[in-house]
């Protein structure tokens, strides 16, 4: 079975330009997260996403948005990048019910904000 | 609010040497707990969980974690340490329901193996 997958795995962007990253989940799973990582914060959690619904959403500002579409891959959004933006976004997919939270992670996207 | 706590953000260990990695947690309901380990400019893999029965869980490569409740701790250990471990290691809790899919992590923990 295919594991997570993420596209682009590299970007780099301008402050004040947005950007939207991609997230296949395991086939057969109905949740998505989105995770960030940087060196300063670590890994925080941005929201989840469940049968195209946003179950979950952690403290980030409103400039992060994701959806997700009916077949489960998501989709998350950042407008108006800024330098401190930039960090490894993970995202993981889980059965999503009943399965003591098992997040199963992708390789991430990397974003330069310059 | 649920947190977690690696004591120890670099550990060093010659090869064979036992593997020791801590972390206490705080949550006000029944937690369910994860290590991952993290390669190198790579995602984050699951090396085990604790949810409920069993107190001391095995994973893959050899890796375990004993689950005390009356020490809010979920350490990890490896008896044996291979220069393949050299890697970055959270522990991470989640909300002990079923749907509960945010984890808040550990700091990380880096393991370095000494030849």
């Known amino acids: 079975k295919a594991g997570v997958t993420q596209t682009p795995r590299y970007l780099i962007k301008t402050r004040g330009q947005q950007v939207t990253l991609s997230c296949s989940p395991i086939s057969g799973h109905r949740s998505v997260s989105w995770y960030q990582q940087t060196p300063g914060q670590g890994l925080q959690f941005l929201f989840e996403?469940?049968?195209?619904?946003?179950?979950n959403k952690g403290n980030f500002p409103g400039r992060f948005s994701g959806r997700q579409f009916s077949n489960s891959r998501s989709e998350m959004n950042v407008s108006t990048l800024e330098l401190g933006d930039s960090a490894l976004y993970l995202c993981a997919s889980s059965l999503g019910a009943g399965t003591g939270g098992e997040q199963y992670f992708g390789p991430g996207t990397r974003l330069t904000v310059t | 609010a649920q947190s977690v706590t690696q004591l120890g953000s670099h550990v060093s260990v010659s090869e064979g040497a036992l593997v020791l990695l801590r972390c206490n947690y705080s949550s006000s309901v029944p937690p369910y707990l994860f290590w991952y380990v993290q390669y190198p400019n790579q995602g984050l893999q699951l090396l085990l969980k604790?949810?409920?029965?069993?107190?001391l869980v095995k994973g893959i490569n050899g890796f375990e974690a004993e689950f005390k409740k009356s020490e809010t701790s979920f350490h990890l250990t490896k008896p044996s340490a291979h220069m393949s471990d050299a890697a970055e290691y959270f522990c991470a809790v989640s909300e002990g329901f079923a749907g509960a899919q945010k984890l808040v992590f550990g700091q990380g923990t880096r393991l370095t193996i000494n030849p």
């Open positions: 996403y469940f049968s195209e619904t946003q179950r």
């Open positions: 604790y949810t409920t029965g069993a107190t």
